[in-house]
């Protein structure tokens, strides 16, 4: 069965420290893995998509990385501001599905405070 | 500003009436799609359209039926609610539905269904 899980469920931080997220899946045949932030309120909003061959991307100070081998994805967070408070989901793409489209298979998210 | 609009924003429904989730977006995208997000479950695919003309079924379609007539509209119809289908909804879109192309969300329609 296709399955992204994801760890913590919840994360509590100071403000300007840094943080790694884990997100560990079961999805075949693997497509590409993604890193969305939602906002309380708001659509997913993509930080990173990153295929078979990357081992790392980043978006500013959002690093993730990937192993396809022991397929385990982290985001790392650096030096965390309050307006990273938000909800981090691992998102895993399989091939086709239904040979129409790419299937998104969703983690139930982490969710990140910041506090001053 | 180029994206996706969602109407509406909330709506309390009762059982058994018929309801339309709308969705535009300007970006000129071929794939659209809706989703659904549940407390403790991560979002799931209702129904998508890889271009206009053309719909399909995704994960939990039962309940609902959606329609293609343009490029820049994907309407989400619940034929007659039910309480299951309280739920946060998503519409998103991509350039194309295969691929690293990145979907790009909605705002979201928060349903409550009584």
């Known amino acids: 069965k296709n399955q992204v899980e994801q760890s913590p469920q919840s994360l509590i931080i100071l403000e300007g420290k840094n943080c790694t997220l884990q997100?560990?899946?079961?999805?075949?045949?693997?497509?590409?893995l993604r890193w969305y932030k939602q906002d309380t309120g708001r659509g997913p909003v993509s930080l990173t998509i990153m295929t078979f061959s990357e081992n790392t991307k980043s978006n500013g100070r959002y690093t993730a990385t990937l192993d396809a081998d022991t397929k385990q994805s982290s985001l790392h967070i650096t030096a965390s501001q309050l307006s990273d408070s938000a909800s981090y989901i691992c998102?895993?793409?399989?091939?086709?599905?239904?040979?129409?489209?790419?299937?998104?298979?969703f983690g139930t998210g982490t969710l990140l405070a910041v506090q001053p | 500003i180029a994206g996706i609009t969602q109407a509406p924003t909330s709506q309390i429904l009762a059982a058994g009436r018929r309801m339309t989730l709308r969705c535009t977006q300007d970006m000129r995208h071929n794939a659209m799609y809706w989703y659904r997000q549940d407390l403790g479950l991560g979002l799931r695919l209702i129904h998508y359209?890889?271009?206009?003309?053309?719909?399909g079924k995704g994960e939990v379609p039962d309940g609902y039926s959606v329609s293609r007539a343009n490029t820049d509209d994907f309407p989400l119809t619940l034929a007659s609610a039910v309480p299951s289908q309280t739920s946060v909804y998503f519409c998103?879109?991509?350039?194309f539905g295969t691929g690293l192309h990145e979907q790009f969300f909605g705002p979201g329609t928060r349903l409550t269904v009584l």
């Open positions: 998103a879109s991509s350039e």
């Open positions: 997100c560990n899946y079961t999805v075949s045949p693997f497509s590409n």
């Open positions: 998102v895993v793409s399989a091939n086709s599905y239904g040979g129409a489209t790419n299937k998104l298979i």
């Open positions: 359209s890889n271009t206009a003309g053309t719909t």
